[in-house]
């Protein structure tokens, strides 16, 4: 055990895998070097976290930060940003953009984007298309790659595959977790008719809760048919819940802050176009069912699904007005403050936050503090009572769903690989970001 650190974590109340207790985490080169009782004069640099919680470094596997193509939105830059600001040290980035991320030439354009300007480690998805299923076994083995990402119902951007026999392509072109936007295309084109002019109410009818549970039963299906792993991002239904309880052999699924926080129609009344999202805020029985699912350990990670547009394209009238909201940065302290009000234990956000995702797209060296591990570390105030508000954003679009939420706890200080990214609401140490490695690939590198 090394004598001397270059950085030790001091009298946090640290979230180990043997549970949570007050000690010293040490860290030399980036790493975990040791857990226990240290003297301060024994690293060159000490925060003091008493009275803090020091968890596992929380990762967002589903962020969309519009790079190429929609930086009036959001950038690398600016994103990450917001992530490190809410106590995120990783994120996961969709292939969305324009042009979208669907060759292995537009991967590299995004991963030399990066270098140098994200603030959290980050790794992307590659997107499925109808015409590039040659391609995604090269993108899937990439460094810095997560999967492959399949849009089953249209949303944000161009990526489509709507049909059984593509999606059926996709699962076995590859041989990672492929993940899902779960929605059927075909329900959604015969249901836009429903659409009422300036009534953000209507927009779960028109995505309603069929769409979603049909296309998932599909997926599962062809899931199982293929004999490929699937990840069923932001999940919002009972059915589905219950439907992918019974595949825990090949699906693992996602829930949101906002599918979690929000609810129709109360939401839609008061937000308008700003609770306006894809697959949409539901009904109360379906929040309480997600609620259910999440205390029985059905969905395995939490995302925030974050996707910004400006205020001046949430303003046209629904539903001309986009889909999609800002959430990185939210993510911690608005699920924190349900942990402290009894709706989750902490343990449960650490798992879906930290272990979840490590578990999940296999990360390397991340997803737990102990020693060896990357010294990535949320340290957050569990006592910290404050509101959300827009100016504490750092998002290019300029609005939060959550305006006005007094959160009950608070993200103090972000590290990423041992380096102080963010304290006290100021980036400290711009442009440390690389990318997230996956146990799967890393016999290439």
């Given at each position: 055990?090394?004598?001397?650190?270059?950085?030790?974590?001091?009298?946090?109340?640290?979230?180990?895998?043997?549970?949570?207790?007050?000690?010293?985490?040490?860290?030399?080169?980036?790493?975990?070097?040791?857990?226990?009782?240290?003297?301060?004069?024994?690293?060159?640099?000490?925060?003091?976290?008493?009275?803090?919680?020091?968890?596992?470094?929380?990762?967002?596997?589903?962020?969309?930060?519009?790079?190429?193509?929609?930086?009036?939105?959001?950038?690398?830059?600016?994103?990450?940003?917001?992530?490190?600001?809410?106590?995120?040290?990783?994120?996961?980035?969709?292939?969305?953009?324009?042009?979208?991320?669907?060759?292995?030439?537009?991967?590299?354009?995004?991963?030399?984007?990066?270098?140098g300007r994200m603030h959290?480690?980050?790794?992307?998805?590659?997107?499925?298309?109808?015409?590039?299923?040659?391609?995604?076994?090269?993108?899937?083995?990439?460094?810095?790659?997560?999967?492959?990402?399949?849009?089953?119902?249209?949303?944000?951007?161009?990526?489509?595959?709507?049909?059984?026999?593509?999606?059926?392509?996709?699962?076995?072109?590859?041989?990672?977790?492929?993940?899902?936007?779960?929605?059927?295309?075909?329900?959604?084109?015969?249901?836009?008719?429903?659409?009422?002019?300036?009534?953000?109410?209507?927009?779960?009818?028109?995505?309603?809760?069929?769409?979603?549970?049909?296309?998932?039963?599909?997926?599962?299906?062809?899931?199982?048919?293929?004999?490929?792993?699937?990840?069923?991002?932001?999940?919002?239904?009972?059915?589905?819940?219950?439907?992918?309880?019974?595949?825990?052999?090949?699906?693992?699924?996602?829930?949101?802050?906002?599918?979690?926080?929000?609810?129709?129609?109360d939401d839609y009344i008061?937000?308008?176009?700003?609770?306006?999202?894809?697959?949409?805020?539901?009904?109360?029985?379906?929040?309480?069912?997600?609620?259910?699912?999440?205390?029985?350990?059905?969905?395995?990670?939490?995302?925030?699904?974050?996707?910004?547009?400006?205020?001046?394209?949430?303003?046209?009238?629904?539903?001309?007005?986009?889909?999609?909201?800002?959430?990185?940065?939210?993510?911690?302290?608005?699920?924190?403050?349900?942990?402290?009000?009894?709706?989750?234990?902490?343990?449960?956000?650490?798992?879906?936050?930290?272990?979840?995702?490590?578990?999940?797209?296999?990360?390397?060296?991340?997803?737990?503090?102990?020693?060896?591990?990357?010294?990535?570390?949320?340290?957050?105030?569990?006592?910290?009572?404050?509101?959300?508000?827009?100016?504490?954003?750092?998002?290019?679009?300029?609005?939060?769903?959550?305006?006005?939420?007094?959160?009950k706890a608070w993200p103090?200080?972000?590290?990423?690989?041992?380096?102080?990214?963010?304290?006290?609401?100021?980036?400290?140490?711009?442009?440390?970001?690389?990318?997230?490695?996956?146990?799967?690939?890393?016999?290439?590198?």
């Amino acid at each position: 055990m090394p004598t001397t650190f270059d950085l030790i974590i001091k009298g946090g109340l640290v979230a180990t895998p043997g549970g949570i207790a007050e000690t010293d985490v040490g860290v030399n080169a980036g790493k975990i070097a040791a857990i226990g009782s240290f003297d301060a004069s024994q690293a060159g640099q000490v925060f003091e976290a008493h009275g803090l919680h020091v968890l596992p470094g929380v990762i967002d596997s589903q962020v969309h930060f519009r790079e190429p193509g929609l930086e009036w939105k959001e950038d690398l830059e600016t994103g990450s940003r917001c992530a490190a600001l809410g106590g995120v040290t990783a994120v996961f980035e969709m292939p969305n953009t324009d042009p979208s991320t669907t060759s292995p030439e537009m991967m590299e354009d995004k991963l030399k984007r990066a270098l140098g300007r994200m603030h959290t480690d980050h790794a992307f998805y590659a997107g499925a298309t109808h015409d590039n299923t040659d391609l995604l076994p090269i993108m899937e083995r990439m460094d810095g790659v997560c999967g492959v990402k399949v849009f089953m119902g249209a949303s944000t951007g161009q990526l489509l595959v709507e049909d059984d026999e593509g999606v059926e392509r996709v699962l076995n072109a590859i041989s990672r977790r492929a993940a899902f936007h779960s929605e059927d295309e075909y329900r959604l084109a015969d249901r836009r008719k429903l659409a009422r002019q300036g009534d953000w109410t209507s927009h779960y009818e028109v995505r309603d809760a069929e769409a979603a549970i049909s296309s998932t039963r599909r997926l599962l299906r062809l899931a199982r048919k293929t004999g490929k792993r699937i990840h069923v991002l932001h999940v919002t239904t009972a059915e589905e819940m219950e439907m992918l309880a019974a595949a825990k052999d090949i699906a693992t699924c996602e829930v949101t802050p906002q599918h979690l926080t929000l609810v129709g129609p109360d939401d839609y009344i008061r937000l308008k176009a700003y609770a306006q999202m894809n697959p949409p805020i539901r009904e109360e029985k379906h929040r309480a069912a997600l609620w259910v699912a999440v205390n029985q350990g059905i969905p395995d990670v939490l995302g925030s699904d974050h996707a910004p547009h400006t205020i001046e394209e949430k303003s046209r009238p629904y539903p001309a007005s986009p889909s999609g909201m800002p959430g990185v940065q939210t993510l911690v302290p608005v699920m924190l403050t349900h942990v402290v009000n009894g709706k989750m234990t902490l343990e449960r956000f650490i798992e879906l936050t930290s272990a979840g995702p490590q578990r999940v797209f296999g990360i390397a060296g991340k997803g737990r503090i102990a020693q060896g591990y990357d010294a990535d570390f949320t340290v957050v105030d569990m006592k910290a009572k404050k509101t959300i508000t827009k100016e504490w954003s750092a998002s290019r679009c300029g609005w939060t769903p959550f305006e006005g939420m007094e959160a009950k706890a608070w993200p103090v200080a972000t590290f990423v690989r041992g380096t102080m990214v963010m304290c006290d609401a100021q980036i400290v140490a711009p442009g440390r970001g690389a990318p997230v490695r996956f146990t799967e690939t890393l016999a290439q590198a």
